[in-house]
């Protein structure tokens, strides 16, 4: 059987799946078959022998189709090597970075049995431009931390390659 890895993702505003996407054609150039869906709509990992499982970090958690996925998937989950990855910084500064580990730890506690061979942060995309209701409020309130935040983009194409040809050798 050759071996298929699924490349599940959970997305707002499109980042996630842009670095879903980038890890995905990484595993398929380095010689897997893959497949590449959002979470919510995976209903079996049968077919799989590894899954590559994405979220970004809104308002403190990781998104709630990635925390669905690992609900509805807890069995299957058990018995396959799977690597997790976020996003979320939205900077390049050390303390947000060590912000958005802790969380992820805290939020993946909740799902004790879930054991991903690899967890790996990348940077986020942040553009106030495209925020849409309720998300776009929070722009607006004084007290809110995006409040005047400036559009950013802290993803890095070379590290995300370099990780998903990482995981084609490990998988």
Request: no cysteine; charged share 25%.
């Amino acid at each position: 059987m050759q071996t298929r890895i699924l490349v599940a993702y959970a997305s707002k505003y499109g980042s996630t799946k842009e670095v879903a996407e980038s890890i995905a054609d990484t595993l398929h150039e380095n010689g897997l078959a893959v497949d590449l869906k959002p979470g919510r709509e995976v209903r079996s990992l049968e077919n799989y022998s590894a899954v590559v499982l994405g979220a970004p970090i809104y308002i403190l958690h990781f998104h709630k189709d990635a925390q669905g996925f690992l609900s509805r998937h807890h069995e299957a989950l058990t018995k396959l090597p799977v690597a997790f990855f976020a996003l979320g910084p939205l900077s390049n500064e050390a303390e947000e970075w060590k912000e958005v580990r802790v969380q992820i730890d805290k939020d993946l506690a909740k799902f004790p049995w879930f054991r991903p061979v690899e967890i790996k942060i990348f940077g986020g995309k942040f553009d106030p431009k495209n925020l849409r209701f309720p998300d776009n409020l929070l722009i607006r309130l004084p007290a809110s931390p995006i409040h005047d935040m400036p559009a950013s983009d802290t993803r890095d194409w070379t590290e995300i390659r370099s990780w998903a040809s990482s995981l084609a050798a490990l998988f």
